[in-house]
């Protein structure tokens, strides 16, 4: 069964600090890998998707990879802001199912400024 | 093109009442999918949809029904409602692999 760990579950840092967050999977039969951030009392905002064939994707500041074979991603922040503070989320389409979909528990950043 | 609309936003209900959720999207979406978000638990997927007229099962889809009669809405419904049902409620859309998500619906069953 897939299981998908997210680690630290919160992280505090001052700004400008760059950082990285990680999404651990057990299953590297993974379709796709979509990063999310949320924002307290809001819905879900689309940051990266990475498909099983890429290795990484990068927007703006960020940054996330894909390593399959040892099952996990990362989202790599740079010159983090306050206004990066957010819980962020790792989704995971695996086995061939739309229906396989699953959530990692997230990580809770704050950024101080 | 407002995106993926929840309605409503909040509800209370009491133990047994019946209710839907609505979730509209105007973005030609062809997969639908219904999540729960519960403290500690993170989000679950309750029931999903890979078209008009399809509907099947999730992670966690007791006590739920659903139906996909327009593409454009999803409809979330609870037949009987249980204190275990409350939770936030969010509607997502996707074309393929990306997901888009609604504002959440919060709902407590007392």
């Known amino acids: 069964k897939q299981e998908v760990t997210q680690i630290p579950a919160a992280l505090s840092v001052p700004e400008g600090e760059n950082l990285v967050l990680n999404c651990s999977f057990t299953?590297?039969?993974?379709?796709?890998l979509q990063w999310f951030r949320q924002d307290p009392g809001k819905g879900l905002t689309s940051l990266l998707l990475i498909q099983s064939s890429q290795r990484e994707q990068t927007s703006g500041r960020l940054n996330a990879s894909l390593d399959k074979s040892s099952g996990r991603s990362t989202l790599y922040i740079a010159a983090s802001q306050p206004g990066d503070s957010a819980t962020y989320l790792c989704?995971?389409?695996?086995?061939?199912?739309?229906?396989?979909?699953?959530f990692g528990k997230g990580t809770k950043l704050s950024v101080k400024p | 093109n407002a995106g993926v609309t929840q309605t409503p936003k909040f509800r209370v209900l009491k133990t047994g009442q019946s209710m839907t959720l609505l979730c509209a999207q105007d973005m030609n979406h062809e997969y639908m999918y219904w999540y729960r978000q519960d403290p500690g638990m993170g989000l679950r997927l309750i029931h999903y949809s890979v078209g008009e007229g399809t509907t099947a099962k999730g992670e966690v889809p007791d006590g739920y029904n659903v139906s996909r009669l327009k593409k454009q809405n999803f409809l979330l419904g609870l037949e009987s409602a249980a204190p275990s049902q409350t939770s936030v409620y969010f509607c997502a859309g996707g074309q393929g692999l990306e997901q888009y998500f609604g504002p959440g619906t919060r709902l407590t069953v007392t």
């Open positions: 299953d590297s039969a993974i379709y796709n």
């Open positions: 989704n995971l389409n695996y086995g061939g199912s739309q229906g396989n979909l699953i």
